[in-house]
């Protein structure tokens, strides 16, 4: 592997977040490289070049930001050129190198995702492209007259982690990565396995033996990755694959991977595309290992600075409350971090010690956002609602809009406010949760139990009468 390429060194605390940043800061150096992309230390500033495949700052043990120089344009001009590219996403091609980054809803945002990657060594299904659903139904449900739904379960993977993967295994290739390897509760290894399978990299999987929904392991087995059941849960999983990548040569892309959170920022960037750059009041998110809270923050800092965007709207995370230590933290003035042992239906968001606690923060603070939690009745009832609109979705999704019930019930979103609420996977990640919550004896408040009849059209007539009033 590369060694450590030291570009140039941050002050103490400094966060910067771009190469332009950065030489302004360092003004007295002479003979910077020209480099478009470098990775900054968030909490000393250490910086390391683009292709250095560690995942943490060398010097203090920091997580690592990608900071990329500002694009050559700004504002209209560079709303224009990200519009034009979405007549390279019409589905009349054929998904394969090269067109299949130039249709991708995450590589379209390439500056601020990684512009150094031509479209031909892009690791791309493609992914994004995920639909923005109106559903009055479910506004009504949360108590909101203005609620879209972004759908990245629509994704390869059926989940959002499709985002950052792309990149990440785009960036295993770059480094000769011999294998790759995550911990993950689910999404992620699908994910992994999928792209890994695409870069044709040997990949590696931790995750939680008895812990993880049936449809996420299913994936990853048939997409081909390694798959270890550790005897443990997430938060030792993530532990032994940190403390063995380095060891093993092994390319670790969870999330604290920073090419990961580069890439989820396109989320953010799509939403805001589909509603033609005019940023929602509030955009609402599940929140677990806090990721892609940290990756939204990013991606509104971002399009604000480069004029994307008049005013960033503010974010809301949403914890389970079996597993809230960040929603615990903001109660407090987030005065000091808190760790919790995770327990909650929501699988994909049971996380007991979130590993992006900082960046979460800073994303909240800047978007003047709230975190809350929210029971695992309420997520399974917003669930439901989800489900029953013919949308549909994975429990841990379903929390986002179970936030915005709670926010909007005691008054902190306004009932008139336009609000979007992030649903991460797809409503077959999880069938048992489905099966279990519409079981013919289930006390849940929207269940839709299976009905058992004779094999007589009397009897079908009767469910048919009742299904559509009859008297
Ligand atoms: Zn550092």
């Not at 007549?87 to 009349?92: C, G, S, T, V």
């Not at 929602?280 to 604000?304: E, M, Q, V, Y």
């Not at 003035?333 to 979130?354: C, L, N």
């Amino acid at each position: 592997m590369p060694a450590a390429r030291r570009v140039f060194s941050g002050r103490s605390g400094q966060i910067l977040s771009d190469v332009s940043d950065v030489v302004r800061v360092h003004a007295g150096i002479s003979n910077l490289p020209s480099v478009p992309t470098i990775q900054v230390c968030d909490d000393c500033g250490h910086s390391l070049g683009e292709l250095d495949p560690r995942l943490a700052c060398p010097d203090c043990g920091g997580l690592l930001s990608l900071a990329h120089d500002a694009p050559d344009v700004r504002g209209d001009a560079l709303r224009a050129r990200l519009d034009a590219r979405l007549d390279d996403a019409r589905p009349n091609y054929v998904a394969g190198g090269a067109t299949a980054a130039r249709a991708s809803g995450g590589w379209r945002f390439r500056e601020r995702i990684l512009p150094s990657v031509d479209d031909a060594a892009a690791v791309s299904q493609p992914e994004g492209n995920t639909p923005l659903f109106a559903r009055e139904r479910v506004a009504r449900w949360a108590g909101v007259s203005s609620l879209l739904l972004k759908h990245d379960g629509h994704n390869p993977s059926g989940s959002f982690k499709d985002r950052g993967m792309t990149v990440a295994l785009t960036q295993a290739k770059r480094v000769g990565a011999r294998a790759v390897a995550c911990a993950s509760t689910g999404n992620t290894s699908a994910s992994l396995a999928a792209y890994a399978s695409l870069a044709g990299i040997p990949a590696l999987v931790f995750v939680p033996a008895s812990q993880v929904a049936l449809g996420k392991l299913a994936q990853t087995l048939g997409y081909g990755a390694r798959t270890l059941l550790v005897r443990g849960d997430f938060d030792d999983c993530l532990r032994l694959v940190r403390d063995g990548a380095e060891r093993l040569g092994i390319y670790l892309v969870n999330s604290v991977n920073p090419f990961r959170i580069a890439g989820q920022q396109s989320c953010v960037l799509e939403i805001l595309q589909q509603l033609a750059w005019d940023a929602p009041d509030w955009i609402a998110l599940p929140a677990g290992n806090l990721g892609n809270t940290s990756a939204f923050g990013a991606a509104l800092r971002a399009a604000k600075s480069l004029g994307l965007i008049d005013r960033v709207p503010r974010l809301l995370a949403v914890q389970a409350a079996g597993a809230a230590p960040f929603a615990q933290g903001f109660r407090e003035g987030f005065t000091e971090r808190r760790r919790v042992k995770a327990d909650t239906v929501a699988t994909a968001i049971k996380i007991g010690d979130p590993a992006s606690w900082d960046r979460a923060r800073r994303a909240i603070a800047e978007s003047d956002g709230v975190v809350t939690d929210v029971r695992d009745a309420d997520i399974l009832e917003a669930k439901a609602a989800i489900d029953a609109a013919g949308v549909g979705c994975e429990p841990a999704s379903a929390a986002s809009v179970a936030g915005v019930r709670r926010m909007v019930a005691e008054g902190v979103i306004d009932r008139d406010a336009r609000v979007v609420a992030l649903l991460t996977g797809h409503v077959l990640k999880d069938p048992g949760a489905l099966v279990e919550y519409h079981a013919p004896d289930s006390p849940r408040p929207l269940a839709n139990a299976p009905i058992e009849v004779d094999a007589s059209l009397d009897d079908i007539a009767r469910v048919v009468d009742r299904l559509t009033g009859a008297p």
